[in-house]
């Protein structure tokens, strides 16, 4: 910054009101602070260019963001800066749980901004199995899973035909992805020993919701709660945030 920028910078600081006067015709109130925050990570998690040669911007989210209007106009800048010759389609996909309650605009006095907001949810499972590609049938069990028994037989069936150690990769996504399902993932492990394809014991081991997993902890919660407090199954499940389902099923099993 030159010595002229850094005069004209420290004098506006004193906020000359006709100078303010003159460029706004309005009166300013107080000085704010003229630091901005750090863009820190500049890598989205998908782009790629469409074959009518527009660029395809697509963010995850698993949970609500007030601020995610403003994250997708700030990467809208950068990737135009980067491509300046191509026009930009942005889409949200929500893959959360909870319902939807993002905005996915921007109106204000000099700026109008927008971007596709859609929760994974509203597509269609049947699309996706439909699909020749394996990873596509997976990405399924993120969305409206009407048949789960019947969806976990098809996927199952098929990992079954694959080498041991693709077949070890695309269990470890399923597994991951089941993580945003609770109550799918509870279905899973009801279904497991009647499946076409045995979770081996190394996959158990790691994942956390087999060995010391999330979900083994929670039965021991549950039941504790239970039995101590002898709570209803409702209760349980608001105080630990887990399905009622699954309070039920543990409770059930005790029986």
Known sequence: MGSLDITLRDAIQEIPPKFIQILTGKSATKLLDTSL????????????????????????????????????????????????????????????????????????ENIKFSFTLKDIKEIKCKELLESKDLTDKILAVLCDVEDPKKYFMEILTELSRLPERERRDYLKKLLNLLSYRPKLMIEFKKEEGKMPLTIDRETKEK??????????????????????????????????????????????GEK
Not at 212 to 233: C, F, I, Q, T
């Open 37 to 108: 925050p750090e863009v820190k990570d500049r890598r989205v998690d998908f782009l790629v260019e469409l074959e009518d040669g527009k660029i395809f911007h697509l963010e995850l989210q698993t949970t609500n963001d007030k601020s995610m209007p403003f994250r997708m106009l700030e990467y809208y800048t950068l990737i135009s800066q980067k491509y300046p010759s191509k026009d930009i389609v942005q889409m949200v996909l929500y893959v959360g749980e909870k319902p939807l309650k993002m905005e996915n605009k921007i109106e204000k």
């Open 207 to 252: 994942h956390p919701l087999y060995k010391d997993g999330r979900w083994e902890a929670k039965k021991e919660d549950v039941l504790n709660l239970h039995k101590e407090l002898n709570l209803e199954p409702k209760k349980i499940a608001k105080i630990l945030k887990v399905p009622l389902k699954f309070v039920e099923d543990v409770l059930k």
